[in-house]
């Protein structure tokens, strides 16, 4: 077996573990099977859980069996927030939730070979159980003072709002999923962020108090930029992995637009190239940083690993044609509109006639005033669908359209708006 675990720190995936030597020796010494696990809290998963998945895939490829679990359960529970209380969704919700999720997290994964992998719904273990089986069975290897040092756990008792029971008993939901894996599948390693450590480890201990094993635990660290925002936030909101909530083009424009000071963390974390590889891009990224090579290497990975190769090559040959570089009648519709969305852009009623393009060019911002649009035409720096206008005067026709019903202004080479006929 490689040892994977050297690879783990090599890539900084590594924040907290059990007995590393234990680790690594169960590690490499044969195949184990371990879990990754992801609560629906939302109809999709958002690019922060791309550190767990990776990491689920990288020990798959070092030969051993994963098991991805989407709580159904915990999920209609949620883990305690450190300053507000969770709201509480409706079963039904939260069930279809799961099973877009489950869909969601199967191409990360081989279902394929000897170390094939195992998705599991957790309600499918607790929803038969009891109250009073619960609190007897399972409640009862728990200590509380050890439960109130968890950090999410102390912050809310030491608030205003407190924390319910609810809320509270998330742990010892998420320590019982581990004994029940390891019961019903000999999983003796959990892993999961940083922030799960204290569930990671009640775990453990639960598992050690029932049935006497002693098994592991790994976290990975939460990815932050360097001003510290957590990854995959913006301010139109997160970065989800569902196509429906954002765009692959969106998708894609997120990690290419990283900082440089970033980028390197970010290869380390998700991309599956070699070290040399790697190092070769961050060495690119200090002498050539106005080249992008490492943004773009990894927003090409990663779209390709959520979205699908074809995908990323419509998105690749979208972001070339709204800077002059391909021609834009040839990107599809769906891509063209998500990445004019992406864009500053307005909405223009369909009626007797288009606006001029001085018109569009103040409306859409690219220009502070007629006046400054005229001049811009003038110095040969706007083009209309990557035609330069020549003309101060010049009107779009329904044959400029795109799709029928888009139009894409560019003021010099990077300032791009979108127009959509509506």
Known sequence: MIDILDELHWRGMVAHSTDEAALRSALTSGSITYYAGFDPSAPSLQLGNLVLLVTARRLQLAGHRPIILVGGSTGLIGDPKPDAERTLRDPEVVAGWVEKIKEQVRPFVSFEGKNSAIVVNNLDWTAPLSALEFLRDIGRHFRVNKMIQKEAVS??????IGIGYTEFSYQILQAYDYLELYRRYGCVLQIGGSDQWGNITGGIELIRRVTGATVHGLATPLLTDAEGRKLGKTEGGAVYLSAELTSPYAFYQYLYNVPDADVGTYLRAFSFRSREEIEELEKATAERPAAREAQRALAEELTTLVHGADECARVVAASRALFG????????????AAALHEAPHIQVPAGDGLPPVVD???????????????RAIQEGGISLNNVRVTDVEAVPTSADLLHNRFLVLRRGRRHVAGVEIV
């Open 155 to 160: 912050a809310r008792l030491n608030s205003e």
């Open 360 to 374: 569009l060019l103040t409306s859409v911002g690219l220009t502070p005033s007629k006046s400054a649009a005229r």
């Open 325 to 336: 570089r391909a021609e834009l009648r040839d990107i599809d519709e769906r891509t063209l």
